[in-house]
């Protein structure tokens, strides 16, 4: 194997052991915030959970995806897959928040309180951001643009968590159930966005990618 070869290996070695973070820190969270949200009745702490389980099949299919990174003759089209499946995730998010947000609003019922939401909420403010660093910086250095695309749902995933966290919070002090919903519902087209392109399968090449040259 070429100096070169064994390199781009260490860098893909490095992307599985985020994405093997990435799927055992979804599950605890996904538990956390369902189990959270049946308790208090609060259908975005659930939604927030299921947007967590979403994040667990993304990181299943990148760790795929960089199984076979040293394969340059499949290469594109392995890219273009994982990308495809990524995309398929946005979607899925978008559909989520959109149920729990337009539930939410229906039912105009503020939640129980829920201390346990508020923790994993404030927990996931301040992980995602650091997770969506650093498989970004590996996304670039394998010029995997569904590496970054999976970096995207870490950075919505910290959105997310602070828009949790600010209705959270807003209902408990002021009785404000309605802030969260109309928060998340804003976000809705901007997941929508990701996950379309993502879905016709751009990779770097189709997007003229500044960060990274994709290789013929």
């Not at 390199?7 to 599950?27: T, V």
């Amino acid at each position: 194997m070429s100096s070169s070869a064994t390199e781009f290996a260490l860098i893909a070695r490095q992307g599985k052991r985020l994405e093997y973070f990435s799927i055992w820190w979804h599950i605890c969270e996904g538990v956390a915030a369902v189990a959270a949200g049946i308790i208090a009745g609060s259908v975005s702490l659930v939604g927030f959970g299921a947007d967590s389980f979403i994040e667990v099949t993304s990181a299943v299919a990148l760790l795929w995806r960089l199984s076979n990174i040293v394969d340059e003759e499949n290469r594109e089209k392995n890219e273009r897959l994982t990308l495809r499946i990524v995309g398929i995730c946005f979607l899925a998010l978008a559909a989520y928040i959109s149920y729990a947000s337009i539930a939410n609003l229906l039912q105009k019922q503020a939640p129980d309180h829920s201390p346990a939401g508020i923790v994993v909420a404030l927990a996931a403010l301040i992980a995602m951001p650091l997770l969506s660093r650093a498989k970004k910086q590996v996304g670039k250095r394998l010029q995997s643009q569904a590496m970054v695309a999976d970096a995207r749902q870490a950075d919505f995933c910290a959105y997310l968590s602070a828009i949790l966290l600010t209705g959270l919070l807003l209902n408990a002090a002021f009785g404000w159930w309605w802030s969260d919903p109309v928060a998340a519902l804003v976000m809705i087209p901007i997941i929508a966005k990701e996950g379309l392109d993502a879905l016709q399968g751009k990779t770097c090449c189709d997007a003229g990618c500044k960060q990274a040259v994709c290789k013929k």
